[in-house]
């Protein structure tokens, strides 16, 4: 998912619910209208502080009945009028249970006309956001900004009508930089320009698009097909028509949508946290390691992040200085002769200090403030250097769809015991199976591993 659809559909929860407030709070300015109440006399008393006190909690509760009506799916693309029976159905559903509530507790609030007249202006005002918010992406989706590009292969009547769709109708929020027969798709020079691969083309084999999947899974791009082309291989399946076709999605990770969302306030709340409780350990891991070694305490190096991307990765340093530039001359004595990676087990570079920080992974703390920056999440598979990347297999690739971590699923089955490409299938099935619950138990079990390694010392 783009992440211009991701922040329109994040900023639709918000906007809903101050639309919800407006309309608590318009009908109760309306009921102490003069008009209103020289025909309806005011029989209650609750001062607007305590009703919107109230207000803030019941908006609350009907955001999750617009959340059981679907309009929070970020799977589904629902056309306006669509949208607009959700809402109905939303806001009818909160009525009625305040309705029921009145039933049961007649003394608690019995002002109908607030609850009938924010009722309608719920169903207005929250309507009214959902179209303004839609007349802003498709302004921005006219000046190709936050578009999703497409490569379209195929050259019949199927690909040539969507092609004409997208061209037409730039509210979809799709653009086709190129269209390639699919014979053209192997000469291709760079896959630079793409946000996904869209194949309409419905007769060709199911080799030849098995072959295209992989190939934007281990290059990050998104993969869409005509239905009917070959029975889906993977559980992350969504479905939505286009042009009066059927299309199927196969998503990259269930990561995608509102699990990207949820995984980072995890990571922001958990990382901040620690960091404010270990703060005092932290420094005092620093001065130890000045102590030993000198500056500098915290070394930036280089590793390659979600979707390829480079960037710096901070840990206590526990080797020796220019221990990089020392590597090259230890590489007969790798004892990883299973994938891309460098391990030594009496490395002469850590340094005695050294060998605590890796035994108990303290070392790893500062990665911390990467999670803070959003460039590495508390659980994914673990970064590694641009050079050990270069030589991944494409299926291993695919481990590059999502953020690394500081722990994974692959450290705590087995830490460094396991082989390479049992890592990479463990790591792979995370990044297919995420799911908060498993973060959460990946953790705790970090800490037991961690715990174990010391206590077997």
């Known amino acids: 998912m783009k992440r211009s659809q991701l922040i329109f559909s994040t900023i639709a929860l918000p906007i809903d619910y101050l639309m919800l407030l407006l309309a608590g709070w318009l009908a109760y300015q309306l009921r102490f209208e003069s008009f209103i109440r020289s025909t309806l006399p005011v029989r209650f008393d609750l001062a607007l502080a305590d009703f919107f006190s109230t ?5 609350l ?9 679907g309009l929070y799916n970020l799977n589904n693309k629902l056309k306006f009028s669509q949208e607009l029976g959700r809402i109905f159905l939303g806001c009818t559903a909160g009525l009625s249970l305040i309705i029921l509530l009145f039933f049961f507790n007649p003394n608690l609030f019995n002002s109908r006309f607030i ?27 006219r000046k190709s900004i936050g578009v999703t590009r497409l490569l379209l292969i195929g050259a019949d009547d199927a690909t040539l009508a969507l092609e004409q769709l997208f061209a037409k109708q730039p509210k979809l929020g799709f653009m086709v930089t190129k269209r390639i027969k699919p014979t053209e798709f192997d000469s291709l020079p ?21 072959n295209i999947l992989e190939y934007c899974l281990a290059n990050h791009l998104g993969f869409k097909y005509v239905a009917d082309m070959f029975e889906a291989q993977s559980h992350n399946v969504i479905s939505h028509t286009l042009a009066g076709l059927p299309i199927i999605e196969i998503k990259r990770t269930a990561l995608d949508g509102w699990g990207r969302v949820l995984k980072r306030i995890f990571d922001l709340v958990v990382a901040t946290t620690l960091i404010i409780i270990l703060s005092l350990f932290l420094l005092l891991l620093a001065v130890l390691v000045f102590i030993e070694s000198g500056w500098p305490v915290i070394i930036a190096l280089k590793r390659v992040g979600e979707n390829g991307r480079i960037f710096n990765i901070y840990k206590f340093r526990s080797m020796v200085k220019d221990a990089a530039i020392l590597k090259d001359k230890l590489l007969a004595y790798n004892e990883r002769s299973d ?14 200090f050294g060998q605590f920080l890796r035994r108990t992974s303290f070392d790893e703390l500062p990665q911390l403030w990467n999670v803070l920056q959003g460039r590495m999440s508390l659980v994914g598979p673990r970064p590694h250097e641009p050079e050990e990347v270069a030589k991944y297999q494409l299926h291993q690739r695919k481990l590059l769809n999502i953020k690394p971590g500081i722990t ?42 961690v715990w174990q390694r010391q206590a077997a010392v």
């Open 190 to 210: 760079s896959i630079n320009g793409f946000d996904e691969v869209l194949i309409g083309d419905t007769t060709l084999s199911r080799d030849f698009n098995l």
């Open 61 to 69: 509760g009907w955001l999750v009945l617009f959340s059981l009506s």
């Open 115 to 141: 609850v009938l007249v924010g009722w309608a202006l719920a169903l207005f005002l929250v309507s009214a956001g959902r179209l303004g918010l839609r007349f802003i992406r498709t302004a921005l989706y």
């Open 339 to 352: 994938g891309p990676l460098f391990k030594m087990t009496n490395d002469p570079r850590v340094t005695k």
């Open 408 to 449: 994974g699923l692959a450290q705590v089955s087995g830490r460094s015991s396991l082989s390479f490409e049992d890592e990479a299938k463990l790591d792979t099935f995370y990044v297919e199976n995420w799911s908060l619950g498993q973060d959460f138990i990946i953790l705790i079990k970090t800490l037991v591993v």
């Open 55 to 59: 207000l803030l909690v019941v908006a």
